[in-house]
């Protein structure tokens, strides 16, 4: 796992943790199967998210291991957790497979090109190329676009987070996600506001649905 850490703050870290697994301890894996399972708590919802037709998460944010590994992907740079969260994210949406088979895309929640030049890597983005990889789904990652730079929604309430990501997306060609079903990809969802905001402008340019597909709510 250590080659594949690019940024030095990563490669720091693997130091600090090397590939134990963030559940059980066990040396070798970043995180084991036996805990991946161990943090499976849900695999559909309806979406009580405004323009989102599904929703299907793997587990919740309190479960204290998977909270850790999602901190580690997201805030440390321990890459070798996208192998794990996107075999999650593939057990998801495997039983969907025929549904999705013909006019899906995966689209992940994309990040701010300043975000992403600060962390070195959007680790939806990340996510979504590994999915894609296992899934006969094509990936579009350059239609949704984060055009506006808006705060880490972290430290913000439910309705400070509904306006700081409001128009804060848009589509660079409508044309490829006209009539389509999309299958956007982040890794936690939290008030639903990112996946609103996104699923909103994926609709005003002529998507038919759009299913959100995350690892942790
Ligand atoms: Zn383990």
Redesign the pocket.
């Known amino acids: 796992m250590r080659d594949i850490i690019h940024t030095a703050f990563g490669k720091f870290l693997s130091v600090i943790f090397p590939d134990n697994?963030?559940?059980?301890?066990?040396e070798g894996?970043v995180?084991?199967?036996?805990?991946?399972v161990k943090t499976k708590k849900q695999t559909r919802t309806k979406a009580s998210v405004l323009f989102l037709d599904k929703l299907y998460y793997w587990g919740i944010y309190e479960d204290k291991?998977l909270s850790r590994a999602l901190r580690r992907f997201k805030y440390q740079g321990i890459q070798g957790l996208s192998e794990p969260f996107s075999d999650i994210l593939k057990d998801l949406i495997t039983p969907q497979l025929s549904y999705f088979s013909n006019d899906a895309l995966i689209v992940p929640i994309p990040a701010h090109i300043n975000r992403k030049r600060g962390r070195g890597y959007n680790q939806a983005e990340l996510l979504a190329v590994k999915l894609s990889e296992k899934v006969p789904i094509p990936l579009a990652p350059d239609i949704l676009i984060k055009s506006k730079n808006t705060k880490s929604q972290t430290s913000l309430s439910g309705v400070e987070r509904i306006f700081n990501v409001k128009n804060s997306f848009s589509v660079a060609r409508p044309e490829f996600v006209k009539n389509k079903k999309i299958i956007l990809v982040d890794d936690i969802i939290t008030t639903g506001a990112t996946l609103c905001e996104a699923a909103k402008v994926l609709k005003e340019a002529g998507a038919n649905e759009v299913t959100g597909l995350v690892v942790a709510k």
Request: aromatic content about 8%; charged content about 5%.
């Open positions: 697994c963030v559940g059980c301890g066990k894996q995180f084991c199967q036996n805990c991946v291991t």
